[in-house]
């Protein structure tokens, strides 16, 4: 059994940054694929960055590709997602989540294990 736990999140100004980070328990963190979620209010969750178990891949969605960056300490068991130039749009509640798959995937269903969220909100 994996727990995650985000923190990190806020209020910001558009245009600001903010580290996200998820730190897992147990000593299999590196046994997993991880990504980083996010729904807004009345939004199915959404797929926005993923990193592979050794973390040499990363992947984003083209609405964040250039101003969010996945990464992972797997010695830390922690992985991280670095946002700048915070957009309105981006406000939403957080998650990271831990895959068996070798490839991240955006398929939410495909993953076990997930945090509980961290608030990130933007104001414009």
């Known amino acids: 059994q994996v727990q995650l736990v985000e923190s990190g999140g806020g209020l910001v100004q558009a245009g600001g940054s903010l580290s996200l980070a998820c730190a897992a328990s147990?000593?299999?963190?590196?046994?997993?694929?991880m990504g980083w979620f996010r729904q807004a209010p009345g939004k199915e969750r959404e797929f926005v960055a993923g990193i592979t178990r050794s973390g040499t891949t990363t992947y984003s969605t083209d609405s964040v590709k250039g101003r969010f960056t996945i990464s992972r300490d797997n010695a830390k068991n922690t992985a991280y997602l670095q946002i700048n130039n915070l957009k309105p749009e981006d406000t939403a509640v957080y998650y990271c989540a831990l895959s068996t798959m070798v490839w991240p995937t955006y398929e939410a269903t495909r993953y076990d294990y997930w945090g509980q969220g961290t608030q990130v909100t933007v104001s414009s």
């Open positions: 147990g000593r299999t963190f590196k046994s997993y694929s």
